[in-house]
């Protein structure tokens, strides 16, 4: 079976580059160019010095054994929340702004669900002196007010988007709008595995250094490079993709990741995709994606403003109607629970997107001997807010 793209931009069925006509040569001058600069010498040596010396890599792969003891399994944890700007997502922004650069582009425009894409952005522009604008749903930027101010910080124009339900699907509608109006100069960073093709293989091959040094970690730490599940958060999914990389092929590790149940798959405020999507097209890919009876998108709901997407990455659309990956909804009142386990049991406070990673732990049967990879996609300073909400339920306890 083959996981990865094919010369097409294809998954199996989902992929593919629908843009409108404006926007076909940018998509197609990346296509040309992203893997000759990406297998480039110059490149990988710039981009894995800063990836090293910038954003501190390689991030710790940490077995958690209270966590462990808990659910009867080596449980290590990928510590993608260390990394500089405190996400997986600046593996992606550095190595797609070396790539703008080596293009001859001047201005850099992104979208932006719980701010960490936007904050990695802004945060590569001011490292590489560009201009960047990032659009922001009006109803995340209010739950991620931090992440807001760090974007200002670092000298980014933030554009707050009043669309649909505000939220990162709207967010993304204003950035391509934004990019048909300025096609010359101006480049994309897109978030995440989603997209016209090239950019979910671009964004998947850059965030695959956290599979790589998974490879390396458990060797060291098990004596053998391969867990028996990974696990991770997956909306669009970009830390999926990455900790899913180099063991697709390998029928050995079992797949799991964890999607926003919202309020309950079939309560109207949910995000689960998989669960409730069927094909269709959107934001220039063909996926699955929630939608009604006239194919028109369904809004998307879940406290995790990263998961807050009615699409999914047509790589792990294409994992999932493959059966290559299981697909579990993690409702929010569940992603809080794990939250709060996580930090009582291991003194770590994820971030809420994270959180439903950690939701899947509860719905599973491991083996003793069972080696289980999790994803930590990011750190929990920016949800301080919406776990203060739920603080009451959670008493000081004592396990």
Known sequence: MMYQVNENGYYGEFGGAYVPEILHQCVEELRVNYLNVLES??????????????????????????????????????????????????????????????????????????????????????LMNMECIVYMGKTDIERQYPNVERMKMLGATVIPVTSGNMTLKDATNEAIRDWCCHPQDTYYIIGSVVGPHPYPDMVARLQSVISEEIKKQLLEKEGRNYPDYLIACVGGGSNAAGTVYHYLDDERVRIVLGEAGGEGIYSGKSAA??????????????????????????????????????????????????????????????????AFELTRTEGIIPALESAHALGVLSKMRFKPEDVVVLTLSGRGDKDMQAYALYKPIYPLIDN
Do not use: W
């Open 41 to 126: 010498e110059s490149f990988r040596k710039e981009y894995e010095s800063l990836l090293r010396d910038y954003v501190g890599r390689p991030s710790p792969l940490y077995l958690a054994k209270r966590l462990s003891e808990k659910y009867g399994a080596r449980i290590y944890l990928k510590r993608e929340d260390l990394n500089h700007t405190g996400a997986h997502k600046i593996n992606n922004t550095i190595g797609q702004i070396l790539l703008a650069r080596r293009m001859g582009k001047t201005r850099i425009i992104a979208e932006t669900g719980a701010g960490q894409h936007g904050v990695a952005t802004a945060t590569v522009c001011a």
């Open 273 to 338: 995709t998989i669960q409730l999507g069927r094909k269709g097209i959107i934001h220039g890919s063909r996926t699955i994606v929630m939608q009604n009876e006239d194919g028109q998108i369904e809004e998307p709901y879940s406290v995790s403003a990263g998961l807050d997407y009615p699409g999914i990455g047509p790589l792990h659309a294409n994992l999932y109607a493959t059966k290559r990956a299981e697909v579990i909804a993690v409702n929010d009142d569940e992603a809080i629970d794990a």
